[in-house]
């Protein structure tokens, strides 16, 4: 099991999300750096969150759910889609920055939640898990942060990663519909290129 990161390491990665950002900007590339912090080589699932400031409005919002990058490579090409490719969105532009927090959220590794389908949501931490539903061509995710700030239950938390999915929020109690739970430490911006915090839920 990896091994939670420093403070330090996080604040690393949330300065490399911006960096990287602000390079693909000025540039129209990705960043092309070398790490040599051992722990932030090790393959990690992530996510880079954007949001306005102070509105606090989501900006965009794209990772790799699985450990398939090494994390400091995996943020900056995170970051990067979460900046200009997330379809919800209209791709960021360079006085936007000023305007805009970072929140990198490092991931474990995805669990399958296993028993009885219709008791899952007992075996769901609201505030230290997130949740993966997948069905068929169907899959949603949402972050441990989502339901805390949304203010869900466990089971609303399911219902609300069923709709994500594209899928009938009722689909968790399907048994064909495959459930996992991971945790996240996550760490952001309290304001733009401003002081980085760990979040605790």
Request: charged letters at 30%.
């Amino acid at each position: 099991m990896a091994k939670e990161l420093s403070l330090k390491q996080g604040q690393e990665l949330v300065r490399l999300a911006r960096k990287s950002i602000e390079y693909a900007l000025a540039s129209g590339k990705g960043l092309s750096e070398i790490c040599g912090d051992k722990a932030l080589l090790e393959e990690r699932g992530v996510f880079v969150t954007l949001h306005t400031f102070p509105e606090k409005g989501l900006r965009g919002c794209i990772g790799f759910p699985y450990p398939v990058k090494p994390l400091w490579q995996a943020v900056s090409q995170a970051a990067i889609e979460a900046a200009f490719n997330d379809p919800r969105f209209p791709a960021v532009r360079a006085g936007e920055m000023e305007k805009v927090v970072l929140e990198v959220s490092v991931l474990t590794k995805p669990e399958e939640i296993e028993g009885k389908r219709k008791k899952v949501f007992e075996k769901i931490e609201v505030g230290k898990d997130g949740l993966i539903v997948q069905k068929g061509r169907h899959s949603g995710l949402l972050l441990p942060q989502v339901a805390t700030e949304q203010g869900w239950d466990a089971k609303t938390f399911l219902e609300q990663c069923c709709a994500k999915a594209g899928l009938m929020e009722n689909m968790w109690q399907s048994s064909e519909t495959l459930i996992l739970k991971f945790q996240a430490q996550i760490f952001s911006e309290a304001e733009p290129n401003g002081n980085i915090e760990e979040k605790e839920f």
